[in-house]
C-alpha cells in the first residue's frame, strides 16, 4: 500500500543542470498534480493532470515540464536550474472530482537545492 | 480569486494547553475546508476536513468547525500533547475548470511547537 511515491529524497543541482523529479501512485487516481513548498508562502501549485495525457498550468509553471503518459506516473522536469527553485516539491494525487471533498494524498516531497 | 490566510507561528504551547490556530478563507461559492499536518521531514497528511457549513471536522482530538458567517474554519485541541509539534496547514478547494476537478489552495502554514 505504496500510495504516492517521490524520488529522490534530496537532491542538489548545479545553476543550469537539468533533472527529473519522479511521482508514482498506486491508487488509481485520475488527478495528480505537483506542489513546491517555500517558507512563509505555503503550497504553491506548479502543474497538475486529470488524466493520462492530459497536463496543464498551475500557479508557478514557468521553468518546469510535466507529461502523464500513464495513470500511474507523472514526473516533473527541470529544463535549466535556476537558485530560484530551490524548495521542497510535493506531489499530490486524488481520484477525478472527489478533491473538492476529499483532499489530495501527498507524497513525502524532493528536497532540492540549487546552487 | 479565492484565498486563505493563517495566523503566523510559531506557536508555542506547554504541553496540556489549549490550542487554537486561526483560518479565515475567501471564496466564491461553497468550498470544502481541510486542515493538513506536515511532521518533520515528511508529506502533508490529511487531519480534517469539512464539506459544507456548519459541519464540523474532528480528528486525534482535533476540531474545526466551518463558519461561513464569519468564513473561518479554526483549528483548536483541548490538550496538546509534545507530539503534536507540527506545521499545521488550512486549505480550501477550488474548481480548476468545468469539469469538476478541484485544486486545493493553501495557507501559509502554522508551526506549533509544544514544550513537555
Known amino acids: 500500500n505504496a500510495g504516492v511515491t517521490q524520488t529522490p529524497k534530496f537532491q542538489v543541482l548545479k545553476t543550469g543542470q537539468s533533472m527529473t523529479l519522479q511521482c508514482a501512485q498506486d491508487m488509481n487516481h485520475e488527478y495528480m498534480s505537483w506542489y513546491r513548498q517555500d517558507p512563509g508562502m505555503g503550497l504553491r501549485l506548479i502543474h497538475y493532470s486529470v488524466g493520462a495525457g492530459i497536463t496543464d498550468q498551475g500557479e508557478v509553471p514557468n521553468g518546469y515540464n510535466v507529461s502523464r503518459s500513464t495513470t500511474e506516473d507523472f514526473p516533473l522536469r527541470l529544463l535549466s536550474a535556476a537558485p530560484s527553485q530551490t524548495s521542497v516539491y510535493f506531489c499530490?494525487?486524488?481520484?477525478?472530482?472527489?478533491?473538492?471533498?476529499?483532499?489530495?494524498?501527498f507524497g513525502s516531497g524532493t528536497r532540492l537545492t540549487v546552487v | 480569486g479565492n484565498s486563505v490566510t493563517q495566523m503566523e507561528g510559531p506557536v508555542t504551547l506547554s504541553e496540556e494547553a489549549f490550542l487554537t490556530i486561526n483560518c479565515t478563507y475567501t471564496?466564491?461559492?461553497?468550498?470544502?475546508l481541510f486542515w493538513y499536518v506536515q511532521y518533520p521531514g515528511e508529506g502533508l497528511q490529511l487531519l480534517l476536513k469539512?464539506?459544507?457549513?456548519?459541519d464540523k471536522g474532528s480528528n486525534k482530538g482535533f476540531e474545526a468547525t466551518y463558519r461561513k458567517e464569519t468564513t473561518s474554519f479554526h483549528l483548536e485541541k483541548g490538550s496538546v500533547q509534545v507530539s503534536d509539534s507540527a506545521v499545521y496547514f488550512c486549505?480550501?478547494?477550488?474548481?480548476?475548470?468545468?469539469?469538476?476537478?478541484?485544486?486545493?489552495?493553501f495557507g501559509s502554514g502554522t508551526r506549533l511547537l509544544v514544550r513537555p
Open positions: 469539512a464539506t459544507k457549513a456548519d
Open positions: 471564496a466564491t461559492g461553497y468550498p470544502s
Open positions: 499530490a494525487s486524488s481520484y477525478f472530482g472527489t478533491s473538492g471533498s476529499y483532499g489530495y494524498t
Open positions: 486549505a480550501l478547494s477550488d474548481r480548476l475548470s468545468a469539469d469538476s476537478s478541484y485544486k486545493l489552495i
